[in-house]
């Protein structure tokens, strides 16, 4: 078990999201000192007092409440802070108040971070956060990470293994660009056993809207989503633990790869101990090309709204070590 091994998470925002990713990395022993932090002390400190209760029936990991002087030696800072959608609202409804929001805890956080740090971020709209993240950040942008259309590809394999008899695990598919509306499915390269899936056309976008509201459909029913979103966070965090140079469709800065710079959504990634290792590029056929350009433009436009528009001079970028191809 790795728990003996591995280092502290600390989770900064200890709502829905927070508090179920703690409980999955808890459960999981990802690592021996979970931390949660928010700026509602009593709510942190709520949620792992319930953990620390099934101590003596859980593994060897510990949750507690803390605050941004855990931050030091931390392996992972995870950030799930922020206001959430009400039903019907959409991600990109929660920037303006958000964006302020992610900028002034990294900036606490990185008072305490040390270089090794790989900061996750979850909070919506997420690729622009990330974003908006890594310019405050004071490490490279491979380890400024979101967790982009992670949850969207596990929603889309759990689809598609309902819809053929198959164990979603086994199922090969990436929803890739926004984690959001403008997000799209890479059909090309969609298959089980290197079996493409033959779906027709209908089929395909009614799979892909499902894939794509998803989040309103459970929003709708019960309030927030968070079950899910934990157990991808939980995956990244596993990936840079254990290094496991796993492919996941996290949201990364696009240093050229697809043809895009300065901006962040999903593609898949080589994830390892220091984040993004390498950035993959998929041959997509003309649509799907198209509709990454789209999904590129609309995060490029919600960006630009932004201020300060440009990328200050320190941002410290991996253009040795990011590759495009494998
Ligand atoms: P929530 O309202 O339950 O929890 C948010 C928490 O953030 C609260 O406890 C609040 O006190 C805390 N907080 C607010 N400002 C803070 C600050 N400055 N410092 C520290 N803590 C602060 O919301 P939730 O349901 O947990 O959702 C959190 C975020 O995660 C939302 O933006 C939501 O849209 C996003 N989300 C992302 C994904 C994804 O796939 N990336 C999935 C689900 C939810």
New binding site residues.
Partial sequence: MTATRTPRIVI?????????TAYTLYLRERAPDIVL????DQ??RGEALDMQHGQALAGGARVRAGNYADCAGAAIVII??????KPGQS?EA?LER?GE?IA??VA?AEQHMGPETVLL??????DT?AQIAARHARRPTRRVI???????SARLRWELGEKFGVDARHVHAHVIGE?GDSELVVWSHAHVAGAPLALPVLQREEIARATREG?YEVIRAKG???H??AL?LDRICAAILNDDHAVLTVSTDLDGAYGMSDLYLSVPCVVGRTGVERVIEMELDAAERAALAHSASVLRQRIDSIEPAAWPSDVTRDNDTIRTSL
């Fill in positions: 900064i925002g200890a709502g829905a999201v927070g508090a179920d932090v928010d700026i509602d709510r942190a799930t802070a922020g206001a959430a959608q991600r929660l958000n929001i002034s805890i606490a971020i979850a909070t919506n709209p997420v956060l979101g967790s982009g259309t992670v949850l969207d984690h989040a927030h989503t968070s899910a979103i991808s």
